[in-house]
């Protein structure tokens, strides 16, 4: 009889349990795991005001020799003039597309010959862009240059022997491989004048010179095998000899003589 009477008192009193919404305990509290979050760091905007970017190397109109390592350093200078401890400063060339560095101080030997102006940028945490160029910084080979000097030729002909002088100018290029140039002087041979051009075509190889220095008489070209020396200092000694049909046998002798007057290939 008591067991008929409990169950009638469930029939009639239904128990109802809550549903808890997803991710939450029975007190309330969420289980949910949430995602740390990174505390904000604040930009000192007084810190980086009338902070300045200078490159202190290369410096403008720099000669950098081609191939040979060189160091690029940019430093960022405050208000007072102290230092500023920054390493995120790019590097470009307006002349070298393909060129390109990173970093405060970098050393480097990739740039290609040249005249550049180098920029360095600085993108300052405040949001903040600095930029410093320099300009006229000369990326070529140390045997590079306009040369001028002396050729003196010698001609043995027959019973004659006369010989001559002229100014030269000769031009090694940018990669210092290619010595080339001329000079003309005026030969009196038993009252016949003769004033042939002397083309100059050297290849150099480590200082070493070797090619040809041609007597052109207009009609005819003599080349005349010539050998000599190019100091990275700036100067060029060569000699050349060979014996040519002429109106008869010829023998033909000659030195060049020559120093570095300016790298500027441009004529500028």
């Known amino acids: 009889m008591t067991l008929f009477l409990l169950f009638v008192a469930c029939q009639e009193q239904k128990l109802v349990i809550p549903t808890l919404p997803s991710g939450t305990d029975i007190d309330g509290t969420s289980t949910t795991p949430t995602e740390p979050t990174e505390p904000t760091t604040e930009v000192d905007d007084a810190y980086w005001s009338g902070v300045e970017l200078r490159i202190v190397e290369p410096e403008s109109g720099a000669f950098l020799p081609l191939g040979a390592e060189a160091d690029f350093i940019a430093e960022l200078v405050d208000a007072e003039g102290a230092a500023v401890d920054f390493d995120s400063i790019t590097w470009v060339s307006d002349v070298d597309d393909a060129w390109g560095l990173t970093g405060a101080d970098v050393t480097d030997s990739s740039l290609a010959s040249g ?42 002909y027959d019973t004659y022997a006369v010989g001559c002088s002229g100014a030269t100018t000769l031009e090694v290029d940018a990669d210092g491989e290619l010595v080339s140039g001329s000079a003309s002087c005026t030969l009196s041979l038993g009252g016949f004048e003769l004033s042939p051009t002397f083309i100059v075509d050297l290849a150099n190889e480590g200082g070493m010179l070797e090619g040809d220095t041609s007597m052109d008489l207009i009609v005819y070209e003599y080349p005349l095998p010539t050998e000599g020396s190019l100091s990275e200092d700036g100067d ?9 049909e002429l109106y008869g046998a010829v023998l033909i002798d000659g030195e060049i003589q020559a120093t570095r007057v300016t790298r500027d290939l441009d004529g500028e």
């Open 115 to 156: 005249t550049h102006a180098l920029t360095a940028e600085a993108l300052l945490p405040n949001g903040d862009r600095l930029q410093h160029t320099v300009g006229g910084v000369l990326v070529q080979s140390p045997y590079a240059g306009v040369y001028a000097g002396t050729m003196l030729v010698n001609v043995a």
């Open 236 to 244: 060029i000694f060569a000699v050349f000899s060979a014996e040519i």
